[in-house]
């Protein structure tokens, strides 16, 4: 069964200092990765898009790093702002059809 | 640049009553996605469009209906609501071929009362 596994449910770190989301997936056949960034209330918006053949990809203070042999994933943050503070949701695509596989999201809170 | 369109934003009705949600995607996608995400819950997709004609289908209830005008802009009609329609509905766009990387609009925020 295709699945998108995130772990942690939550994280609450200052603001500042650096986290890291993980996304483990049993989609196949496997053809894009993504990270969405969701505030509540309102659409997602795509932080990055990885393919197979991409192990990194980079988006300002966002890298996205994926591992398709252990078809994982990990999306890190770097110097956080308060304007961090949302879901971050990993959604994988399957390469048979246009459907997108969600995870259940991450909720990251950053402190003051 | 120009992103996904929603209308309306939010929308109140009562139960059994009809309701269309609005979407226009951004120009030049040519595939329009409709998705429903309940409180706490990620989003379900529904039903999808390319170059007008239904591409797939996912959760929709057989009460709801959508479609792609020649524009390329799409309306979900739901008849019948439930108070468990309550949800934010999303629409995106892609253009087919770019990995089918979606745009999400804003959601329409839906309540039945």
């Known amino acids: 069964k295709n699945q998108v596994e995130q772990s942690p449910q939550s994280l609450i770190i200052l603001e500042g200092k650096n986290c890291t989301l993980q996304c483990n997936y049993t989609v196949s056949p496997f053809s894009n990765l993504r990270w969405y960034k969701q505030d509540t209330g309102r659409g997602p918006v795509s932080l990055t898009i990885?393919?197979?053949s991409e192990n990194t990809k980079s988006n300002g203070r966002y890298t996205a790093t994926l591992d398709a042999d252990t078809k994982q994933s990990s999306l890190h943050i770097t110097a956080s702002q308060l304007s961090d503070s949302a879901s971050y949701i990993c959604?994988?695509?399957?390469?048979?059809?246009?459907?997108?596989?969600w995870g259940a999201g991450t909720k990251l809170i950053i402190k003051p | 640049a120009a992103g996904v369109i929603q209308s309306p934003r939010h929308l109140i009705k009562e139960k059994r009553e009809t309701a269309t949600l609005k979407c226009y995607p951004i120009?030049?996608?040519?595939?329009v996605y409709w998705y429903q995400q309940g409180p706490g819950q990620d989003p379900q997709f529904l039903i999808s469009f390319y170059e007008k004609m239904q591409s797939d289908k996912g959760s929709i209830p057989d009460r709801f209906s959508a479609q792609q005008f020649s524009d390329y802009h799409s309306e979900l009609n739901m008849s019948s609501l439930e108070l468990g329609d309550s949800a934010l509905y999303f629409c995106?766009?892609?253009?087919?071929?770019?990995?089918?990387?979606?745009?999400f609009g804003p959601g329409t925020r839906l309540t039945v009362l």
């Open positions: 990885m393919t197979f």
């Open positions: 120009p030049r996608h040519d595939t």
């Open positions: 995106a766009s892609s253009l087919a071929g770019s990995y089918n990387e979606q745009f």
């Open positions: 959604v994988v695509s399957a390469d048979s059809n246009y459907q997108l596989i």
